[in-house]
């Protein structure tokens, strides 16, 4: 679920970054994204929170809170995030069996590796050099 709401608040400042003026309505990035205004405006009061946009109620519509090259996507990542949530959960295990106790602690500080690289890796990418290669496709 984090993907998707990733996915999306990534495509929203995108569009904030491409339409900059004010007129990006819930309605207008709807459209583009391909889904409702309420999740649109949803994952915008997120983003806002997270500082990433500033939302005009009426006809005004969303702009970003910062120039497109002061974004990264580990703050986009960081806005959607839960987390008290891991990006990869891992089960119980059966308590009784030592390999089932062992098993979700040895995936746990793997896939916690794993996650802490994804967020490197995002952090190396701002919203400007993303948008470039938009406008070249």
């Known amino acids: 679920m984090v ?16 339409e900059p003026g004010g007129q990006a309505t819930s309605g ?5 994204v391909g889904t409702n205004p309420v999740v649109i405006r949803r994952l915008a009061g997120q983003l806002a929170r997270a500082g990433l946009l500033r939302i005009r109620r009426g006809p005004g519509g969303a702009v970003l809170a ?10 986009v990542w960081a806005a959607m995030r839960r987390p008290a949530l891991p990006l990869l959960p891992t089960h119980r ?5 030592p390999l089932g106790r062992a098993v979700p602690p040895l995936l746990r500080a793997t896939f ?10 995002l952090g190396g990418v701002r919203l400007d050099a ?8």
């Not at 993907?3 to 491409?18: C, E, K, Y």
């Not at 207008?28 to 583009?32: F, G």
């Not at 993303?130 to 496709?137: E, K, M, N, T, V």
């Open 3 to 18: 993907a998707t709401r990733f996915a999306v608040a990534v495509h929203i400042l995108l569009l904030l970054a491409a």
């Open 28 to 32: 207008r990035i709807a459209q583009s």
């Open 66 to 75: 910062r120039p497109p090259a002061e974004i990264t996507l580990a703050e």
């Open 93 to 97: 295990g059966a308590a009784a069996d």
């Open 112 to 121: 916690d590796e794993a996650e802490r690289a994804l967020e490197t890796s």
């Open 130 to 137: 993303l948008a470039g290669r938009l406008g070249a496709a």
